[in-house]
T-cell receptor, first 113, second 109 residues
Framework: SAVISQKPSRDICQRGTSLTIQCQVDSQVTMMFWYRQQPGQSLTLIATANQGSEATYESGFVIDKFPISRPNLTFSTLTVSNMSPEDSSIYLC??????????FGSGTRLTVV | EDQVTQSPEALRLQEGESSSLNCSYTVSGLRGLFWYRQDPGKGPEFLFTLYSAGEEKEKERLKATLTKKESFLHITAPKPEDSATYLCAVQAGANNLFFGTGTRLTVIP
């Protein structure tokens, strides 16, 4: 199965600023996914990123707030823009199964103060 | 609307005390049901995928089963290192997963 490196692992940011999270995969994958895990809650899909096309966002998430780049088949970034304390969450990237299950990165724990 | 409900929310077991976690789901056109383990501060770790009712899969002390309405994760003779949050997710039409809120398992030595 694929191995994902996600950076940064955690960050504390001031409200109104932006943070870009990087996700690097050790093999080429068609689809990459970005999830949010709010405190005490489960994972919610933000968007699906395909190389060479615009990301597809789920209901409640918009491109202006969460712009995504997918420049090649092994890399993607998610930016959390104009942050507020409500954006404090764990953000995770995932790739479609190369074996039997979806693989997740280790997550980025974001705290907005 | 797709829905995944996990129970109990939290479970405390003595070491060696076997039990089961439940995942009830409502989804149109199930393509797969996934079990993951998540340790604090880490991403979910894949455990099993089940595709059709009646299917069972085992890995060490864990066994997952699937019916048309629910899945069980059976833990036999658990050890403290089995302590984690166990997540259930379903895949319906698209490639993304829809997750339940998880069961937080604590195994006491």
């Amino acid at each position: 199965s694929a191995v994902i490196s996600q950076k940064p692992s955690r960050d504390i940011c001031q409200r109104g600023t932006s943070l870009t999270i990087q996700c690097q995969v050790d093999s080429q994958v068609t689809m990459m996914f970005w999830y949010r895990q709010q405190p005490g809650q489960s994972l919610t899909l933000i968007a699906t990123a395909n190389q060479g096309s615009e990301a597809t966002y789920e209901s409640g998430f918009v491109i202006d707030k969460f712009p995504i780049s997918r420049p090649n088949l092994t890399f993607s970034t998610l930016t959390v823009s104009n942050m507020s304390p409500e954006d404090s969450s764990i953000y995770l990237c995932s790739v479609a199964p190369t074996g039997d299950g979806y693989t997740f990165g280790s997550g980025t724990r974001l705290t907005v103060v | 609307e797709d829905q995944v409900t996990q129970s109990p929310e939290a479970l405390r077991l003595q070491e060696g005390e076997s039990s089961s976690l439940n995942c009830s789901y409502t989804v149109s056109g199930l393509r797969g049901l996934f079990w993951y383990r998540q340790d604090p501060g880490k991403g979910p770790e894949f455990l099993f995928t089940l595709y059709s009712a009646g299917e069972e899969k085992e890995k060490e002390r864990l066994k997952a089963t699937l019916t048309k309405k629910e899945s069980f994760l059976h833990i036999t003779a658990p050890k403290p290192e089995d302590s984690a949050t166990y997540l259930c997710a379903v895949q319906a039409g698209a490639n993304n997963l829809f997750f339940g809120t998880g069961t937080r398992l604590t195994v006491i030595p």
